[in-house]
C-alpha cells in the first residue's frame, strides 16, 4: 500500500454464489462487521441478480456495488448479455474485467478484455482489470512476459486520462480458489511490473496513482503481509468475501 498516492480497495467477488433473496442479510453484516474504513475502498462485486438490492442495501454506508462482467456494446441484439450503461444505470461503480475464470470458460482474451474496459470507461465505470498467469506459466519463467502483454495490449488503448480510472489485480490463476497464495515478494514482484509497465506509458505521476490489487486466496491471515507490499494496493478476493467477518478483518488490515 502507499496511501499518500492511491486508496486501498478491497473488494469482494462473490462470484455465482449466494441467493438474491440473501443480499440484505449478507450486507446487513458486512456493514456490522466493517465500521468505518478510513484509508480503503470497499467494494463487493455480486451477480447481477444481487445489483439492484446491493444498492439499495448501500445506501447508507460507504460500500460500492461492483459488477462481474460486462458486454462491450452499449446496446444491441445480443440475447442474455448486460452492457455497460445498463450496470451504470442501476448504481454500479466497479466492474471486473478479464478475470481468469472468464478467460478460461468464456474464451475471453487480451483483445476482448481492452473492448469491454474502454466500454465501462465510456459508460463512467471503474473497471478492474485482471491479469496473470497460470501455473505452467509460471513454472515455464514466462509470467513477466505474459503479463506484459496482458496489460500492454490495454494500456495502448488508453490515454493518460482514461488509465487513472482503471485498476489493475493481479491474480496468478494458480493462487484463485486454490488456497495457495503467492508469496508477499511473488505479489510484489508482479505489481511492481504492472507499475513499471504504467510509468512507461504514461509517467511517473500517472504511474503512481493506479491502483493495482492482488487476488488470490487473500483472507484474514495473509492480507496484512500482502498488503505491506508497497505496490498491492489492496485485494480482490473471492472465496474470504462470502464470510462478512473475514471480510472485515481484510478491510481491517487494511486500514491498519
Ligand atoms: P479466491 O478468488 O480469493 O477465492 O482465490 C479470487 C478471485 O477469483 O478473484
Known amino acids: 500500500m502507499n496511501r499518500k498516492y492511491r486508496k486501498t480497495i478491497i473488494a469482494g467477488n462473490w462470484k455465482?454464489?449466494?441467493?438474491?433473496?440473501?443480499?440484505?442479510?449478507?450486507?446487513?453484516?458486512?456493514?456490522?462487521?466493517?465500521?468505518?474504513?478510513?484509508?480503503?475502498?470497499?467494494?463487493?462485486?455480486?451477480?447481477?441478480?444481487?445489483?439492484?438490492?446491493?444498492?439499495?442495501?448501500?445506501?447508507?454506508c460507504r460500500i460500492s456495488v461492483g459488477a462481474q462482467n460486462l458486454h462491450q456494446s452499449p446496446h444491441g441484439a445480443y440475447t442474455g448479455e448486460v452492457s455497460a450503461p445498463m450496470l451504470k444505470d442501476l448504481g454500479v461503480k466497479y466492474v471486473i474485467v478479464g478475470h481468469s475464470e472468464r478467460r478460461q470458460y468464456y474464451g475471453e482474451t487480451d483483445v476482448s478484455v481492452r473492448e469491454k474496459t474502454l466500454a465501462a470507461l465510456e459508460a463512467g465505470l471503474r473497471p478492474i482489470v485482471c491479469v496473470g498467469e497460470t501455473l505452467q506459466q509460471r513454472d515455464l519463467g514466462v509470467t513477466n512476459e505474459l503479463v506484459t502483454l496482458q496489460v500492454a495490449t490495454l494500456l495502448a488503448a488508453l490515454d493518460s486520462h482514461s488509465v487513472r480510472k482503471v485498476v489493475f489485480a493481479y491474480e496468478?490463476?494458480?493462487?484463485?480458489?486454490?488456497?495457495?497464495?503467492?508469496?508477499?515478494?511473488?505479489?510484489?514482484?508482479?505489481?511492481?511490473?504492472?507499475?513499471?509497465?504504467?510509468?512507461?506509458?504514461?509517467?511517473?505521476?500517472?504511474?503512481?496513482?493506479?491502483?493495482i490489487l492482488y487476488g488470490g486466496s487473500m483472507n484474514a491471515s495473509n492480507a496484512k503481509e500482502l498488503l505491506a507490499m508497497g505496490d498491492v494496493d489492496g485485494g480482490l478476493i473471492g472465496g474470504a468475501s462470502l464470510k462478512p467477518e473475514e471480510y472485515a478483518e481484510i478491510v481491517r488490515a487494511a486500514n491498519q
Not at 16 to 30: D, I, Q
Not at 198 to 210: D, E, I, Y
Open 172 to 211: 496468478p490463476v494458480w493462487a484463485i480458489g486454490t488456497g495457495r497464495t503467492a508469496t508477499a515478494e511473488q505479489a510484489q514482484e508482479v505489481c511492481a511490473l504492472i507499475r513499471a509497465l504504467l510509468r512507461k506509458s504514461f509517467g511517473t505521476v500517472v504511474a503512481r496513482s493506479v491502483p
Open 16 to 60: 455465482m454464489n449466494t441467493l438474491p433473496s440473501e443480499v440484505k442479510s449478507l450486507f446487513a453484516a458486512v456493514k456490522a462487521s466493517c465500521g468505518r474504513a478510513a484509508w480503503c475502498r470497499m467494494v463487493l462485486c455480486v451477480p447481477y441478480t444481487h445489483i439492484q438490492q446491493a444498492v439499495k442495501a448501500t445506501r447508507d
